[in-house]
């Protein structure tokens, strides 16, 4: 079965301590793996695409990379406007699957 | 450039009615998906239109409906709403498949 797994489900950090967000996976067939953040009662922005194992991306703070069986969110000195809900995400085709999300907390 | 815009803002309605959403992509997006978020659960992956036709629906009973317009706007169906059906709907555009996705800021359904 086909899908998504992000742990942990809650993180709590304080400024300045960098931390990464995991993201798994198995399905059949990626054809490429987002990566989202919500802020509450708001829809997903978009963050990242990656589509190959060994790509990485960055902006800001956060840097994206992608393995055969997983994906991880580095966050390098995080902020307190960096709280938000990540979500991950990945297409196999015709489908989508997200993932529950990482809660991220950063105490000022 | 407007993002994903999607109306109404929130809907409450009883259980057995029917409930209808809205959603205009940004422009030059011709795909349009469509995702329920219940609350606790992830998106959960309802409907995909490219180019006015349905390519393809998530594991959701037929009642769950919708069609893309010649504009690109889209609309989701609920036919015979239940309790369970109470959740953020979210609307996202792309380019194409294969892009990232933009979301709007959802419709907050609610069923008493």
């Known amino acids: 079965e086909d899908q998504v797994t992000q742990s942990p489900e809650a993180l709590r950090l304080q400024e300045g301590e960098s931390s990464s967000l995991n993201c798994s996976y198995t399905?059949?067939?990626?054809?490429?793996l987002f990566w989202y953040r919500q802020d509450p009662g708001k829809g997903p922005e978009f963050l990242f695409t990656?589509?190959?194992a060994g790509e990485e991306k960055e902006k800001e703070r956060l840097k994206a990379t992608l393995t055969k069986k997983e994906s991880f969110l580095h966050i390098t000195a995080p902020k307190p406007e960096d709280s938000a809900t990540y979500l991950c995400a990945v297409e196999t085709g015709n489908q989508f699957y997200f993932g529950t999300g990482t809660s991220l907390t950063v105490i000022p | 450039e407007a993002g994903v815009t999607q109306s109404p803002t929130h809907l409450i309605k009883t259980r057995g009615q029917q409930a209808t959403l809205r959603c205009s992509p940004i422009s030059g997006h011709t795909s349009v998906y469509w995702y329920q978020q219940a609350l606790g659960l992830g998106l959960q992956f309802l409907l995909w239109y490219d180019e006015g036709e349905e390519r393809n629906r998530g594991n959701f009973p037929p009642r769950f409906s919708g069609r893309q317009f010649p504009n690109y706007s889209s609309e989701l169906n609920v036919n015979a709403l239940e309790l369970e059906d109470s959740a953020l709907y979210l609307c996202a555009s792309s380019v194409r498949q294969r892009y990232e996705q933009y979301f709007g800021p959802g419709t907050r359904l609610t069923v008493t």
């Open positions: 990656l589509y190959s």
């Open positions: 399905v059949s067939g990626l054809r490429g």
